[in-house]
């Protein structure tokens, strides 16, 4: 288990120093192909192995069946985002966006980012996990600032200030807990998550309250949630379309899996009612903020993005009802949200690729040029809107069943009809996007197997997760569910 | 100890006034290594060896590489400094709440909590936090709001040091390498901004809203 774990972390580094060293598009996608499978494999491999053992610890590493559902969704969308970077890089490189000496960069940068998704989920340690979050900041500014253009170094600078002033004050909340600790008297295996879990009745309540604001706010700002989001629209409207589905999917799951990590120690310190009530109230925000940007949005991105903070604020809403149904529903919807987003941002990549904008008054009629994509992308926009029969329907409905049962009457009708407004936003978008009447000059475009096979095992995924969840997958989320609440 | 305290907050009521960049990356290396001394100082009052390795750290991390990819960075920023005649108002402003931010945090914290390693320091470095945070409100150089995050990065690592001693040096050394990357990283945005905006003001970017 331990040799896996290493080699999880070590593929990635390995196959980005390589990367450097590569100048051509082809002999990158030889060396990327096989190491992004490599990763994704002994990642399943990793799932398989906690699934059988239920839990893995040593002094630095800490994996459960909690780990086990983040993991699934940073190694598919490793491996979908690995497939799709390559038809799409070499078409900007084609049309001179970038030249092709850059291409390395773009790898070696991916996989260091893909390295600092994993380190976060394996590492067992609140202070290490703060290292790695704050790492994988680091692994993607400069892919935001990618292009090195005026709007993409204004998203890139502005993402790393917000992001590193925010995962400050989770240091210092990380510290303030460090201190209750010590005066708890289990200074000697510092900030092991284990080891704080298990003495979490005995720290001061007064202390971990003081914590876990900072903690909130620092890894709230990092999985965007309002009022600390502005720096997701800009990040994930500029990034390369690859990024931003890595950004939106797997980045924001991992921030918000560190905090459900705090969560857990401050509720066996100071009871479920505090941090549940934050948790709403941070969710529900979200959500609130996020429906004036998407109904109003001209750039396709950025639509996707503000999605992203309406699910980020729906996932928190459903970990802060707290009930064994709504933790259920909130870890299925992470998985959902990732995959059906990662999906829409590889095809809105596509998209604007083709049509050489973001802009969605200037897309029409994609349908004519590209129909297979055109009926993914609407698949994908049915989907996040939370209709049926397509999987986010199953965990929205889980999370808002789960607030009705609380007998939180307002606070779930107030959120379905802002699920509502946004169902009606996305969908006029969509469209017009896909039905507009298209340009004559307009033609047929081709679209590659591998950028194809990425974007359609996530279309399957939307699709089967809709009727289907393998009892596997139910039992694996009803335990990650228990250790969620303290179990 | 006390000295250094002072001398600490003497700094970064300091940097407020300053406008000048190679001055003010002047000041917050002398910031750092006020850190790395209380660092040592602290290791040599407890005997512990760790302490020393922190010192170390902190002084080749941010007495010697940042300051340098700094120092490598200015002769690009000739003609860059805040604009103090128009600034001169908000200038003003973020000295009183540095000051303000001090008063609060003596103010507030009670050092004599069970536990606290060292109570002098501890309310020096909230107030650093708070007055590196004005900082990069204040401030709109993209060289000097990476000095407010290096100030409250001091700060939060001289929180550490007074409330437990800092932390286990494993996470100590990622703490360091993060900080490192990230100035790095700052720094290289910097320069891409100098050669697309020809400015390294901050406000020019508002371009990506709604």
Request: with cysteine; net charge positive; charged share 10%.
């Amino acid at each position: 288990m331990h040799e896996l774990i290493l080699l999880a972390l070590a593929i990635p580094v390995i196959t980005g120093l390589l990367s450097l060293f590569q100048t051509k598009a082809a002999s990158l996608r030889v060396l990327n192909l096989p190491g992004s499978i490599a990763t994704t494999v002994v990642l399943f491999t990793i799932i398989y192995q906690i699934v059988q053992e239920k839990e893995y610890s040593t002094e630095f590493f800490y994996l459960d069946q909690l780990s086990v559902v983040m993991l699934f969704v940073v190694a598919l969308l490793t491996l979908t985002a690995t497939l799709f970077s390559f038809s799409y890089m070499e078409k900007e490189v084609k049309e001179g966006a970038v030249s092709e000496s850059l291409l390395s960069r773009y790898y070696a940068l991916l996989n260091l980012f893909s390295f600092a998704m994993i380190s976060v989920l394996v590492v067992g340690n609140l202070g290490l996990m703060w290292v790695a979050v704050e790492g994988t900041t680091l692994a993607s500014a400069l892919l935001v600032a990618y292009y090195f253009n005026r709007e993409a170094l204004e998203a890139a600078w502005k993402y790393v200030m917000i992001c590193t002033v925010g995962i400050c004050l989770a240091l210092f909340g990380t510290m303030v807990l460090y201190y209750g600790q010590v005066t708890a008297g289990g200074g000697s295996q510092a900030l092991n998550w284990v080891a704080l879990k298990a003495i979490s009745a005995q720290l001061d309540p007064t202390v971990v309250k003081m914590a876990f604001i900072f903690i909130l706010i620092g890894y709230g700002t990092k999985a965007g949630l309002a009022p600390m989001h502005t720096w997701l629209p800009d990040a994930h409207s500029q990034a390369p379309s690859p990024i931003s589905a890595l950004l939106s999917g797997a980045l924001l799951s991992c921030a918000l899996y560190v905090l459900i990590r705090n969560v857990i120690i401050v509720q066996g310190a100071i009871g479920p009612q505090f941090p549940h009530f934050l948790l709403m109230g941070i969710g529900l925000l979200s959500i609130l903020i996020a429906i004036p940007f998407v109904l109003v949005q001209h750039d396709v991105k950025r639509l996707l993005a503000y999605s992203s903070v309406e699910h980020m604020g729906i996932i928190t809403l459903g970990l802060g009802v707290g009930t064994p149904l709504a933790i259920y529903g909130a870890l299925l919807h992470i998985v959902n949200h990732a995959v059906a987003k990662s999906s829409l941002f590889y095809i809105a990549g596509m998209i604007t690729q083709d049509y050489k904008t973001k802009n969605i008054k200037q897309i029409q009629g994609a349908i004519n040029g590209m129909p297979l994509v055109t009926t993914l992308f609407i698949i994908g926009i049915l989907a996040i809107t939370g209709s049926p029969p397509f999987n986010i329907f199953i965990s929205e409905f889980k999370i808002v069943v789960s607030l009705f049962e609380k007998q939180q009457w307002m606070i779930g009708a107030v959120t379905l009809l802002l699920l509502s407004g946004i169902f009606a936003g996305m969908l006029r978008y969509l469209l017009k996007m896909s039905f507009g009447t298209a340009a004559p000059e307009r033609t047929r475009v081709p679209v590659r197997p591998l950028a194809m096979s990425a974007m359609v095992l996530s279309t399957v995924l939307i699709i089967v997760g809709g009727f289907y969840l393998p009892p596997l997958a139910n039992s694996i989320l009803v335990r990650a569910a228990e250790i969620v609440l303290g179990g | 100890m006390e000295l250094l305290t002072i001398l600490l907050l003497l700094a970064a009521i300091l940097q407020t006034r300053v406008s000048n960049l190679r001055l003010a990356i002047n000041i917050i290396v002398a910031q750092s290594v006020l850190v790395a001394l209380a660092c040592a100082i602290i290791g040599f009052r407890t005997n512990e060896l760790h302490m020393y390795a922190a010192a170390l750290l902190t002084s080749v991390i941010k007495v010697g590489i940042i300051p340098l990819a700094f120092y490598r960075l200015l002769p690009y920023l000739q003609e860059e400094r805040e604009i103090v005649g128009r600034e001169i108002v908000k200038a003003n402003l973020s000295t009183f709440m540095t000051l303000l931010s001090i008063i609060l945090a003596y103010e507030v914290i009670n050092p004599h909590l069970p536990g606290v390693a060292v109570a002098t320091t501890l309310p020096a470095a909230i107030a650093l936090i708070l007055s590196g945070l004005i900082f990069i409100m204040m401030r709109r150089q993209a060289v000097m709001q990476i000095i407010g995050l290096i100030t409250m990065e001091n700060g939060l690592y001289l929180f550490g040091l007074s409330i437990t001693q800092g932390l286990p040096l494993i996470i100590e050394l990622g703490i360091f390498l993060d900080v490192l990357v990230a100035v790095v990283v700052l720094v290289i945005l910097t320069y891409r901004l100098k050669l697309s905006f020809e400015s390294t003001d901050i406000s020019l970017l508002k371009k990506l809203k709604g």
